[in-house]
């Protein structure tokens, strides 16, 4: 991924895990607030307007949904990273 590419209000998808066939999605979807290493990794802060699990809306489950909040995207992560981890749903 070439966080270049991501700027102020893109909106952006993370995924949890890895997608693949038979096995439903999980990910957060949200407008970049800004580029941070507030916590020492470089980091997307968003605001969260689709939290997902499971293949279902955290509303949808009953458990607490981010949908609202500001969470950090981690840009890279050491271990389970892979292409398409982070996907800029605004320049599809």
């Not at 800004?34 to 968003?46: L, M, P, S, V």
């Not at 949904?65 to 990273?81: A, I």
Request: charged share 30%.
């Amino acid at each position: 991924m070439k966080a270049e590419k991501f700027q102020a209000n893109d909106i952006i998808r993370s995924y949890d895990f890895k997608p693949m066939f038979g096995r439903p999605d999980c990910f957060v979807e949200g407008r970049i607030i800004e580029r941070t290493n507030q916590h020492g990794y470089d980091a997307f802060k968003i605001h969260v307007l689709v939290d997902e699990f499971d293949g279902k809306r955290f509303e949808e489950t009953g458990r607490g949904s981010r949908v609202g909040t500001s969470v950090l995207v981690p840009v890279r992560v050491s271990y389970n990273d892979y292409p398409g981890r982070v996907i800029n749903l605004s320049r599809i």
